[in-house]
């Protein structure tokens, strides 16, 4: 995922910089850097470790008034800018699939490796007043929900 948002960044002119958290400590740290930087927007890729400072995420991006946009709908849920996720009832759903062919005999190394087709797009209008943004007409309307 970070090779093809660098990637694209190269495409549209957007320099891409690597921010990394792993632990408690490094989350203001992280965000003076962006502050230093003067990171213009941020995305926070889906994370199981992240998920635990969420609050803290979204508090400090307010703090600092920059955009994000989460990999877990959980952020905006908190407050967060925007989600953009794998649906997943769709990946529950497929799992549940999997599971059943194991169990009918199927060799788990048979099955075939499969990516997400369904993405889902939460918006906070909210959050985005807040940070002076207006959400394009365009984006709403694909929004698969819009907090107000």
Excluded: C, W
């Excluded at 995420?57 to 959980?74: F, Q």
Aim: glycine share 6%; charged share 30%.
């Amino acid at each position: 995922m970070l090779r093809d948002i660098e990637k694209e960044g190269r495409r549209i002119n957007v320099q891409v910089l690597r921010l990394g958290i792993q632990g408690p400590d490094d989350v203001e740290p992280t965000f003076h850097s962006v502050k230093k930087e003067k990171v213009e927007g941020l995305v926070v890729r889906r994370d199981a470790v992240l998920i635990a400072y969420r609050n803290r995420l979204v508090d400090l991006a307010a703090k600092h008034r920059v955009p994000v946009m989460y990999g877990m709908r959980e952020f905006v849920d908190v407050g967060g800018l925007m989600s953009f996720e794998p649906a997943l009832a769709d990946l529950y759903q497929r799992a549940a699939q999997l599971v059943a062919k194991i169990l009918k005999g199927a060799k788990p190394a048979d099955l075939p490796v499969e990516r997400s087709t369904k993405f889902e797009l939460v918006i906070n209008l909210k959050t985005a007043k807040t940070l002076g943004l207006t959400i394009p007409p365009s984006l709403l309307g694909r929004a698969d929900q819009v907090i107000e």
